[in-house]
């Protein structure tokens, strides 16, 4: 048993070698992509993410070869393949072989099983320092494969032991590389709405929070993130994360939050239960 | 006899699935590229293209697996294989196979030989239109494989008989989606100098005009360019290329400049006279 991929109808080992090098995804970064798991066995919030993807498709013009039905029955096909419980599946989409190098003739469809990321336990308990980065996504609506800023930073996180970058410009933050951003102000829990991409978990951490918090969707100045009683940040791969540490500074008394730590329980009680 | 590509050491015909789905030029847009061709059989300012590539690689933190000579030798080695007088080369290097994802472990390199472009005869005569787009490009001074927006509005430029986005930001121009900006004032010939790549072609003119027209390199307002006596623009591919319209507005009377024209025949006799 070992993990597949399925490429444009057909089925090969993950560490197949697939695309010509005519591809629009790697010679013009002409690509989209989505990136969920299964809890219990079962794809979590599927009709969610499938219609993000969907969204991001039809953002970029590119017309997705299978329906959502079609769709699952490979997700099914290549779960059961590599005979692991849990697997993490990854969408990739771009704009396939272009003989001019320009313009799109048919978009090349990959669905890539994973291993499920490594977890952060230790992060999820004492939170994460994140480095700002003045910079705003591009199309930040559309889950694009544009992650260049974060590749290149890579090295300068490693070396100042921070875990991701929080994206602010003008004033105003948007949302960490791959995750979006929350913070509270005593217990109003606020989100910011623009330069973001619409995160799964952020829907779902919302919808968790509207029974104990007042929920505010806004744009946030970095300023409010700075000086906020806790912050967090929400992810497929991250849950509910504490951040702790901006670039130099603590949020709050640089502990995890025990709103955001609320937080994290409700969503590990609902990913625990999920399917059952 | 046929094009062929140069992948991590080995020779593949230009149609061989090469890359795996791990890469990070597929998955995050982590790559660049660059591209020239020859005249009269021999590679065009070889040495000017190759600093390029090896800036945009120096810039983006991925070493390059090959020294200048050594490539020079798979230049030649591609060249012969294919069995054509005139060949483009096109360099790709991605951040390689990334187990998790993000890190760049060992980059890929990767050398396609293709066809030469095709030739845009009556677009020097005549000039082209272009529209105007409000955008400016992300770390332009690297050559990266990102061109989201071109191949987004490529139906919009076909619709409305548009050869090329003119990039505008602020009420300054920086460049085309893959070719630098000229105008003339008179007889004075100015470029821009911030948010643009190096190109190659662009030096050539420069070093042309040098003997002819006082020449000016400095930031160029979108207001300049609606006003220009001349407009045009240079690539490995457009030479150099009349502007002649923008949006629904004309350039000048609407005809291709006269002292535009002199530089590209003046470029145009360099490019025949090549190596000989």
């Known amino acids: 048993m070992a993990f597949h991929q399925y490429f444009n109808g057909e089925i090969f080992p993950v560490d197949s070698p697939l695309f010509k090098t005519n591809d629009l995804g790697l010679l013009r970064g002409y690509g989209l992509f989505d990136y969920f798991r299964t809890y219990n066995g079962i794809p979590f919030r599927w009709n969610d993410y499938w219609q993000r993807f969907e969204n991001s498709a039809r953002l970029l013009k590119l017309s997705l070869p299978v329906s959502q039905e079609e769709t699952a029955k490979m997700l099914a096909d290549l779960h059961a393949m590599c005979g692991e419980r849990e697997v993490a599946f990854r969408f990739v989409l771009t704009g396939g072989y272009a003989p001019d190098s320009v313009n799109v003739v048919q978009p090349n469809f990959l669905i890539r099983t994973e291993a499920l990321p490594q977890d952060n336990p230790a992060g999820r308990l004492k939170g994460i320092k994140v480095l700002p980065y003045e910079y705003v996504r591009d199309l930040p609506e559309i889950k694009t494969t544009n992650y260049m800023h974060m590749v290149l930073m890579a090295d300068e996180m490693k070396r100042t032991q921070a875990s991701d970058l929080l994206f602010h410009k003008n004033g105003e933050i948007s949302e960490l590389t791959r995750s979006n951003v929350f913070i509270f102000r005593e217990n109003k829990l606020i989100t910011s709405n623009r330069n973001i991409l619409n995160g799964i978990t952020r829907r779902v951490v919302m919808e968790l929070a509207a029974s104990y918090f ?63």
């Open 214 to 276: 007042e929920v505010e969707t806004r744009t946030v100045s970095y300023e409010e993130v700075l000086t906020a009683d806790e912050v967090f940040t929400t992810s497929t791969t991250k849950w509910v994360m504490p951040i702790v540490q901006i670039g130099d500074a603590a949020v709050g008394n640089g502990l995890a939050g025990k709103q955001t730590l609320f937080l994290q329980k409700l969503f590990e009680d609902l990913v625990a239960d999920w399917g059952k």
